[in-house]
């Protein structure tokens, strides 16, 4: 599975974005879909996930209400639109892809798109 994002930017705080990945290859068997993001000086941290099959949403608290995930299989795209942007938002954001094979956990990465949100 190949992953790519987009749709980073600078926004100034309050501002909107909407940010893309597109994914390539064997994306039919995947257990879920999720952004994930890092700011400078910070561990990676859970965003929001989307499970397949059911579709179940997760965020984490700091985005609830803010930040909207959503997933076009048509398209083999997954999106991240984000509302209400603030300071510490800042970071970048990567789209990650988790398959489970019975006791294997595999986890394919983006590289990863710069998001800026000035005060």
């Known amino acids: 599975v190949q992953l790519e994002e987009s749709g980073g930017g600078s926004v100034p705080a309050g501002g909107s974005l909407r940010l893309s990945c597109a994914s390539s290859?064997?994306?039919?068997?995947?257990?879920?879909m999720g952004w994930y993001r890092q700011a400078r000086g910070k561990e990676r941290e859970l965003v929001a996930t989307i499970i397949s099959g059911g579709g179940r949403l997760n965020y984490a608290d700091f985005v609830k209400g803010r930040f909207t995930i959503s997933r076009d299989n048509a398209k083999n795209t997954m999106y991240l639109q984000m509302n209400s942007l603030k300071v510490e938002d800042t970071a970048v954001y990567y789209c990650?892809?988790?398959?489970?094979?019975?006791?294997?956990?595999?986890?394919?990465w983006g590289k990863g798109t710069l998001v800026t949100v000035s005060s």
């Open positions: 290859g064997t994306t039919t068997d995947l257990n879920a």
């Open positions: 990650n892809a988790h398959r489970n094979l019975g006791s294997v956990d595999i986890n394919y």
